[in-house]
């Protein structure tokens, strides 16, 4: 599967994932040239910057109007959605609204960094086989064996 990685994903990362080809979009690598960060180029070779169409956009910000998230995204979190859709990708980020439109629009996501271990506690992971909820992230269920999916669970 690949992946296509935003801001805050590259931020916190050391290394590209070296089991999938990686994306992202210009409107990432303009923020991280902002924050002065030169990962980009560094990874360039592994990273392709992808730009989404116009149609994906716009499936994203009607989704979004939906789910109330509009005010919240900025305009490269919409871009980074649009293209994991059309690459049937997996998202890795660690932006909130990112994540909860990813679950609105069907799209897989997985948290990085130090923010996403943070907040573990917002996050369960919900075994695909025999149902079992999990506080942690595991390469598969201990019960069961199934894969795990990670799930935003209710404040509690
Ligand atoms: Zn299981």
Do not use: H
């Amino acid at each position: 599967m690949d992946y296509v990685l935003d801001t805050s994903a590259l931020f916190s990362m050391q290394d590209l994932p070296s089991e999938a080809r990686c994306f992202t979009t210009p409107g990432v690598i303009k923020e991280l040239d902002r924050y002065g960060d030169r990962r980009s180029d560094l990874w360039g070779e592994l990273l392709t910057v992808s730009e989404p169409t116009a149609a994906s956009m716009r499936k994203v910000r009607e989704a979004a109007s939906r789910t109330g998230d509009s005010t919240r995204l900025s305009p490269t979190d919409v871009e980074v959605l649009a293209l994991a859709m059309e690459l049937k990708a997996l998202v890795l980020s660690d932006d909130y609204s990112l994540q909860n439109l990813a679950t609105y629009l069907g799209i897989p996501f997985k948290p990085v960094g130090l923010k996403g271990i943070k907040d573990l506690r917002r996050w369960r992971w919900r075994c695909t086989g025999c149902g079992r909820i999990f506080e942690k992230e595991m390469p598969d269920c201990p019960v069961c064996g199934s894969k795990l999916k990670s799930t935003l669970s209710k404040k509690d």
